[in-house]
DNA sequence: GTAGGGTTAG
C-alpha cells in the first residue's frame, strides 16, 4: 500500500514530515475563495438533488477550481445553498451523538477487569475467558476494544480484538470488529498495524465494506498520509463501493491534516455532489481546517464568511478552526472579533477557544494578554485541561521564563493533572539549570521520551555546541526504537560548522534503518505487544546530562576543523531512511556552508547535492559560483515555490541563500536574492522612503539590503526630490535571535553603516534603532565618493554576470 | 468521520 517517494526537494510539504515514510507533496497553495458573493438568500437556491444541470456543468470540468466554489452558476454554488436546510436541520442544537448504546452492562465490567487484572497476555485472556459467555455479539467487543484504545492502550485492544475474531465466524461481524480495530489504530496513530488488519479483513473476505475502508482512509489522513488516503479511497469503485458521507468526511480532513492544497479538497467535495452524498458541518469543518492548517487565513475567512451568509449554524468546531487560522497567522485581532461574534451565535467559547488565543498571544509575544485570557478561563469557570495549562507553560518557556513556567506546572498539578511528555518537553527545552531533575522526574513518572523530546533536547544540545552528546542522544533513540525525523536531522545539520563532527554521526544513524524492517508476515500482536527492552539502571540520557559539564568544560578545543562534507554522509542516510529533506533542510545546510570559511568545501558540498535535488542546489550552487546568467531563471522557479509556503519559512530561506553569498563574497548575488525577496515581500515591509526594517532578516541580508535601500535614497534625492525629515534604520532586539539580547545584527549593521561613512547613529531611547536627519543623509549622498562605497562588487567575478547585473541594477532603482 | 499543546529554519 505505501508508495515509494522520490527522494526529493524543499518542495516536499514541511509540516508532518515526522511521518516521512510516505511521500506527500508540498502543495501549500494560496488560493482566495473571495468574490463574487453567492446569493445569501435561499429563495433562488435549487434544492438539493434538483441542480442536474449544474451537476452536468460540473462533470465537464474534472478539476473544478476554486472559480467553481466561487461562481454563482457552479454546482458546488448552487448545493451550497441548496444544502443549506439540510446541514441546519442536522446540526440544530443537537449533541453530537445520537447513537443508541449497543453494548451490554456485561462489557462495561468486562472493561473494568480487563484495564484491573489483565496485566500481561495470560491474565488479559484469563479475564477475557471469564467473560465470554456474558458478553454478547461483535458490539461488546467493538466497545471493550474502542474503550481500551481511548486509553491509549493499543496492545490490550488488539488483544481483544483477536480474542473476539477466534471465536467469530459470521463475516458481517468479523467486518464490524475490524473496521472498529483500524480506526481505533488509526487514532493511535499506529497506521501500519491498521494497514495490517485491513489487509487481513481483505484478504479473509469480511474487509471488502465502505467502513473498513473508510476506517483506513481516516487512519492514514491522522498520521498525515494523505497520499495512501486517496489511493484507498480512490480504490473504493474497484471493489464495488460506494464512498458514503464518512468516507468522503474521511479523506477531506486528510488533506487538511496532510496539508494538502485547498483546490484538491474542493475536488473531492464536488465530487461528493456529483456522486450524490451531501456534506454535513464535519464536511464544512474539515473543509475550514485545510485552509487553517495550510497558512491560508485568508482563504479560511472567506470560506466562513461565505458559511455566516448562508445561513449556517456554526458550532464550536467551526469557531474554533477559524480561530486557530487567525491565531496561526497572527491575526490576534481578528481572532478577538470571532470570539467576540460567538456569544450571540449561541456558541460559547471553550477551553479550546481560549488554549488557542493563549497560544497566540504567546507566540506573538504578546505575554500579557495571554495571561489575562488564562485568567479569564479560570474566571469564567472553564475547566482547565493539560493542553490550556502547556501551553501557558510552552509560552513562559519560551521566553526563558522557567520560574513561572514552573509555577504553572505546580498550579497544574495542585489541580490534578498530571505534567505529560509535552510538559517536560517545555521544562526542558532551554537546557536550564535544573534540566537533569527534572529529567529525573519525568523518568521516575513513567514517561518515556519521544520524537519530539529528543529532537528538542538534541538541537539545543547542538546550539549549545555539545555535538557529541547530541549524537549519543541520536544513537539513544535508534536504540530505543524511536525513529528520527526530518526536524531531527536537520537539528544535527545546523550545528554543522558550529564545532567538528566526526563520521560516527553519519554511521551511528544507520542503526536507525534496523528497526524500520519489518516483515510485513509478522502478526498483528507480535508487532504491538514487541515491547522495548528498557533499562532504567542503564540510564544514558542521565549519564549524557552527567557529560555536559565536562564536555562544556573542552568545548574550546572543539573549534577544530569543520567537516562541511560529512553534510553529504547525512543526506545519503537521510535517503536510505527515506526521511525527505526540506526547506528547512536547505536553510541549515547554507547556513552550515556560511558558517564555514572553506569556499571550496562549501561549493563541493552543494555540487554533489545536486544529485540529490538538481533545482535547489543547482542555484544555490550556480550562486554560490558567480554563474548567475545560467541559473537565474531555474532561481525564479524555485523563488515561485518559495513563495508558496508561510512567511516565516519563505523568510528564513532568503536568509539562509543572502548570507551564504554575501559570506562568499558573492555580494551582487546577494543583493539580487534580498530585491527578489522584497520583490515578493518575503519579509512583509521593508522599507518606505523614512524607514528601513531589518529586524526580520539575517545579517547577510540585512547588509544587502541596507545597500539596495540606501542606492534607492540615492536615486530620489538625485531625481531632486526631499529626503523624508528623519531616516530610520531598525534592526530590532534581537528577539529573534535564540539568544536573548544577541544583537549580531544590530552589531553587522552598525559596522556596515561606519565602513561606508554613512550618518547613522545609534538612537539613544532605541538600541536597535539607527537615526539620521534627512538632509544630513541626502548630503552625504551626493558626495562624489558615496556612490562607489554604495555599489557592490563581487569577490568573484564571471564575465557572463555582466548583462544579468546591469538588468539587476535597472530592477533595482525604481523600487 | 470535525477544533487547542511540546521538536528544526525564524
Redesign the pocket.
Known amino acids: 500500500m505505501a508508495s515509494t517517494p522520490p527522494h526529493c526537494s524543499i518542495t516536499a510539504n ?2 508532518n ?2 511521518h516521512q515514510k510516505r511521500c506527500r507533496r508540498w502543495t501549500n497553495h494560496n488560493v482566495s475563495l473571495a468574490k463574487p458573493p453567492l446569493p445569501s438568500s435561499p429563495h433562488n437556491a435549487p434544492k438539493p438533488g434538483a441542480s442536474t444541470a449544474a451537476t452536468t456543468n460540473a462533470q465537464n470540468q474534472p478539476f473544478p477550481s476554486l472559480a467553481t466554489l466561487q461562481s454563482q452558476k457552479s454546482q458546488l454554488a448552487a448545493d451550497f445553498s441548496g444544502r443549506r436546510r439540510f446541514v441546519s436541520k442536522l446540526h440544530i442544537g443537537r449533541p ?1 451523538s445520537t447513537l443508541s448504546i449497543r453494548h451490554t452492562l456485561v462489557a462495561e465490567e468486562a472493561l473494568q477487569h480487563v484495564v484491573l487484572y489483565g496485566k500481561d497476555d495470560q491474565t488479559l485472556e484469563n479475564v477475557l475467558l471469564n467473560f465470554e459467555s456474558r458478553l454478547c455479539s461483535s458490539d461488546d467487543y467493538t466497545f471493550l476494544l474502542r474503550k481500551l484504545g481511548d486509553r491509549g492502550d493499543s496492545s490490550k485492544a488488539i488483544r481483544c480484538f483477536e480474542f473476539a475474531m477466534r471465536r467469530e465466524k459470521r463475516k458481517n461481524e468479523q467486518g464490524k470488529l475490524a473496521s472498529a480495530m483500524i ?1 481505533t489504530l ?2 493511535l496513530g499506529k497506521v501500519e498495524l491498521a494497514e495490517a488488519v485491513f489487509e487481513t479483513a481483505l484478504r479473509e473476505g469480511y474487509g471488502n465494506t465502505v467502513y473498513t475502508f ?2 483506513l482512509i ?1 487512519a492514514y489522513g ?1 498520521s498525515g498520509y494523505w497520499n495512501d488516503a486517496f489511493k484507498v479511497f480512490y480504490s473504493m469503485e474497484a471493489y464495488g463501493l460506494k464512498p458514503n ?2 468516507s468522503y ?2 479523506v477531506i ?1 486528510a488533506c ?2 496532510g496539508g494538502v492544497e485547498f483546490k484538491k479538497a474542493v475536488e473531492i467535495f464536488d465530487e461528493m455532489f456529483k456522486n450524490g452524498v451531501q456534506p ?4 464544512f ?2 473543509l475550514l ?1 485545510v485552509c ?2 495550510g497558512g491560508q487565513w485568508e482563504a479560511a475567512r472567506n470560506l466562513f464568511t461565505e458559511l455566516i451568509n448562508r445561513g449556517i449554524d456554526l ?4 469557531y ?2 477559524i480561530v ?1 487560522a487567525f491565531c ?1 497567522a497572527g491575526q490576534m485581532d481578528a481572532a478577538l472579533e470571532i470570539i467576540s461574534e460567538m456569544p450571540g451565535k449561541n456558541v460559547l467559547p ?7 488565543m493563549v ?1 497566540g498571544y504567546g507566540k506573538a509575544g504578546r505575554l500579557d494578554e495571554a495571561l489575562n485570557l488564562f485568567n479569564k478561563m479560570k474566571f469564567l469557570g472553564l475547566s ?5 495549562y ?2 501557558l507553560v ?1 509560552a513562559f518557556a ?1 521566553l526563558g521564563r522557567f520560574e513561572e513556567a514552573w509555577d504553572v506546572c505546580k498550579e497544574m498539578e495542585n489541580s490534578g493533572i498530571r505534567k ?7 521544562l526542558l ?1 532551554g537546557l536550564y539549570e535544573e534540566a537533569m531533575e527534572i529529567f529525573r522526574e519525568f523518568e521516575k513518572a513513567g514517561l518515556k ?5 529528543y ?2 533536547l538534541i ?1 539545543t544540545m547542538c ?1 549549545n555546541g555539545l555535538v557529541e552528546s547530541a549524537v549519543t542522544l541520536l544513537d539513544e533513540m535508534t536504540k530505543e526504537g524511536i525513529r528520527p ?4 536531522y ?2 544535527i545539520i ?1 550545528a554543522f560548522g558550529l564545532s567538528a563532527i566526526t563520521q560516527h554521526v553519519v554511521d551511528d544513524a544507520g542503526e536507525a534503518s534496523e528497526f524500520q524492517v519489518k516483515s510485513s508476515s509478522s502478526s498483528v500482536v507480535q508487532e504491538a505487544t514487541e515491547s522495548r527492552v528498557t533499562d532504567r539502571e542503564d540510564d544514558r540520557i542521565i549519564k549524557i546530562f552527567g557529560k555536559l559539564a565536562a564536555e562544556k568544560a573542552s568545548q574550546e578545543n572543539n573549534c577544530g576543523r569543520q567537516e562541511l562534507l560529512c553534510i553529504l554522509g547525512v543526506f545519503q542516510k537521510m535517503r536510505e531512511l527515506e526521511i525527505k529533506p ?4 536547505f ?2 545546510i547554507l ?1 552550515a556552508c556560511s558558517r564555514c570559511d572553506s569556499f571550496e568545501d562549501a561549493s563541493i558540498l552543494l555540487e554533489e547535492l545536486q544529485l540529490f535535488d538538481n533545482q535547489v542546489y543547482g542555484v544555490a550552487h550556480g550562486l554560490l559560483m558567480g554563474y548567475r546568467e545560467n541559473v537565474w531563471v531555474q532561481a525564479q522557479s524555485l523563488f515561485d515555490e518559495v513563495k508558496l509556503m ?1 512567511f ?2 519563505a ?2 530561506f532568503y ?2 541563500l543572502t548570507d551564504m553569498l554575501w559570506h562568499y563574497g558573492q555580494k551582487r548575488g546577494a543583493l539580487l536574492v534580498v530585491l527578489e525577496g522584497k520583490r515578493r515581500q518575503v519579509w512583509e515591509n521593508v522599507w518606505s522612503d523614512s524607514c528601513l526594517d531589518l529586524h ?1 532578516m ?1 545579517s547577510g541580508a540585512a547588509r544587502a539590503m541596507v545597500h539596495a535601500w540606501l542606492l534607492n535614497i540615492r536615486s530620489i534625492v538625485f531625481d531632486g526630490h526631499k529626503l523624508p525629515k528623519l531616516l530610520s534604520i531598525l534592526t530590532g532586539w534581537g528577539k ?1 535571535s ?1 539568544v536573548v539580547g544577541h544583537s549580531a545584527l544590530r552589531r553587522a549593521v552598525e559596522a556596515l553603516l561606519t565602513s561606508m561613512g554613512a550618518p547613522f547613529q545609534l538612537a539613544r531611547c532605541n538600541l536597535g534603532r539607527f537615526i539620521s536627519r534627512g538632509s544630513v543623509v541626502a548630503a552625504w549622498l551626493r558626495e562624489s565618493g558615496t556612490l562607489k562605497v554604495l555599489v557592490l562588487h563581487d569577490d568573484r567575478t564571471h564575465p557572463e554576470n555582466v548583462r544579468v547585473d546591469q538588468v539587476s541594477n535597472l530592477q533595482m532603482l525604481p523600487l
Open positions: 514541511k509540516r514530515q515526522n453530537k480506526s488509526g487514532r473508510s476506517a481516516s491522522k458521507l464518512v468526511n474521511a480532513d487538511a491534516i454535513d458541518l464535519i464536511t469543518n474539515s481546517s487553517s492548517r458550532d464550536i468546531f467551526t474554533n478552526t486557530d496561526k471553550n477551553v479550546v477557544t481560549y488554549s488557542t497560544r482547565l485541561d493539560l493542553i490550556s502547556n501551553t510552552s519560551m505529560d511528555v509535552a510538559t517536560y518537553n517545555a527545552g521520551a519521544d520524537v519530539v523530546l529532537t528538542a538541537d546550539k525525523n526530518v526536524v531531527t536537520n537539528s545546523d526540506n526547506v528547512v533542510t536553510s541549515s547556513n508561510d516565516s519559512t523568510s528564513a536568509n539562509a526580520l539575517s529573534h535564540k
